[in-house]
């Protein structure tokens, strides 16, 4: 998984998933000594001594935590009608759920409990707030260029040769050498339209020249969803902001993108785009 997809909400998520894990070792409830009795030997019992909350808190929470993110890196998957990402987030609300009332009924609760209990505020908060807190949906990765990215087609660019890389000034459509400027932006007033000259081949109804495409690296502003080559109307993968995609193609007024795993589909909204 690509760890500039990612999003704050992600990062809240997979973190109280480890203090979930980590509580999942500590005493669930506490014990008075009785007076001439000893206790040195006695261990309070974990959640790997009880199938029960192990399994409908400890595990279940995890195990939410995990579908949440494999759901958002992946939203064409789903498991009985629901998006992975909502079928996790309805196990991190049970979890919630079974660990409220089980610490509300203990008489005495230990350091497992209580942090397992809190582990699973956080998590449900997480996976439900994620899509609708815009603070939680911004990259948990800044974006800055990458440097030293391998090319998706095996080769390393260098400066100054093939298609751009992120971090490269790149000339832009309308636009002078060496300006960075939104893809498919309009010429700012003053500037002369660019003229066909010689046997230039002519322009596609988008607007780029046809049969001269040169790829280039690109960063949307906003997630946005990856639409299958076949037409499918399902997504195949969501293009996160803060992470470079390298456009192959111009296909109508959208593009070919390919993710830095290797998966290929036609970004449809192309609106904001910034050229690396």
Same mark, same amino acid.
């Given at each position: 998984?690509?760890?500039?997809?990612?999003?704050?909400?992600?990062?809240?998520?997979?973190?109280?998933?480890?203090?979930?894990?980590?509580?999942?070792?500590?005493?669930?409830?506490?014990?008075?000594?009785?007076?001439?009795?000893?206790?040195?030997?006695?261990?309070?019992?974990?959640?790997?001594?009880?199938?029960?909350?192990?399994?409908?808190?400890?595990?279940?929470?995890?195990?939410?935590?995990?579908?949440?993110?494999?759901?958002?890196?992946?939203?064409?998957?789903?498991?009985?009608?629901?998006?992975?990402?909502?079928?996790?987030?309805?196990?991190?609300?049970?979890?919630?759920?079974?660990?409220?009332?089980?610490?509300?009924?203990?008489?005495?609760?230990?350091?497992?409990?209580?942090?397992?209990?809190?582990?699973?505020?956080?998590?449900?908060?997480?996976?439900?707030?994620?899509?609708?807190?815009?603070?939680?949906?911004?990259?948990?990765?800044?974006?800055?260029?990458?440097?030293?990215? $391998?090319? *998706?087609? %095996?080769? #390393? !660019? +260098? &400066? /100054? =040769?093939?298609?751009?890389?992120?971090?490269?000034?790149? @000339?832009?459509?309308?636009?002078?050498?060496?300006? $960075?400027? *939104?893809? %498919?932006? #309009? !010429? +700012? &007033? /003053? =500037?002369?339209?660019?003229?066909?000259?010689?046997?230039? @081949?002519?322009?596609?109804?988008?607007?780029?020249?046809?049969?001269?495409?040169?790829?280039?690296?690109?960063?949307?502003?906003?997630?946005?969803?990856?639409?299958?080559?076949?037409?499918?109307?399902?997504?195949?993968?969501?293009?996160?902001?803060?992470?470079?995609?390298?456009?192959?193609?111009?296909?109508?007024?959208?593009?070919?993108?390919?993710?830095?795993?290797?998966?290929?589909?036609?970004?449809?909204?192309?609106?904001?785009?910034?050229?690396?």
């Amino acid at each position: 998984m690509n760890i500039r997809s990612l999003t704050r909400g992600d990062g809240v998520v997979i973190g109280a998933a480890v203090v979930l894990f980590i509580a999942s070792f500590l005493d669930l409830f506490g014990f008075d000594c009785p007076a001439g009795i000893n206790c040195s030997n006695y261990n309070a019992p974990n959640a790997w001594d009880s199938l029960g909350l192990l399994m409908s808190v400890y595990l279940a929470g995890i195990i939410g935590a995990a579908l949440v993110i494999v759901g958002r890196s992946m939203p064409a998957r789903k498991v009985v009608g629901l998006d992975l990402g909502q079928f996790g987030a309805a196990f991190c609300v049970f979890a919630l759920w079974t660990a409220f009332w089980t610490t509300i009924d203990a008489s005495d609760t230990g350091a497992g409990m209580i942090l397992g209990l809190l582990a699973s505020i956080v998590l449900a908060g997480g996976a439900i707030a994620t899509p609708l807190v815009p603070a939680l949906k911004a990259p948990l990765v800044s974006a800055s260029a990458p440097r030293g990215v $391998q090319a *998706p087609f %095996g080769g #390393q !660019p +260098q &400066p /100054g =040769q093939g298609y751009g890389y992120p971090g490269q000034q790149q @000339p832009s459509y309308g636009g002078q050498p060496g300006q $960075q400027q *939104p893809y %498919g932006a #309009q !010429p +700012q &007033p /003053g =500037q002369p339209e660019p003229q066909p000259q010689g046997n230039a @081949p002519q322009a596609s109804a988008a607007g780029a020249p046809a049969g001269d495409f040169t790829p280039f690296w690109f960063a949307v502003p906003v997630a946005r969803p990856l639409y299958g080559e076949d037409g499918s109307p399902s997504p195949i993968a969501e293009l996160a902001p803060g992470t470079w995609y390298l456009a192959v193609e111009q296909r109508g007024p959208g593009l070919i993108a390919q993710t830095q795993d290797g998966r290929r589909g036609v970004l449809q909204d192309t609106t904001g785009i910034q050229r690396g």
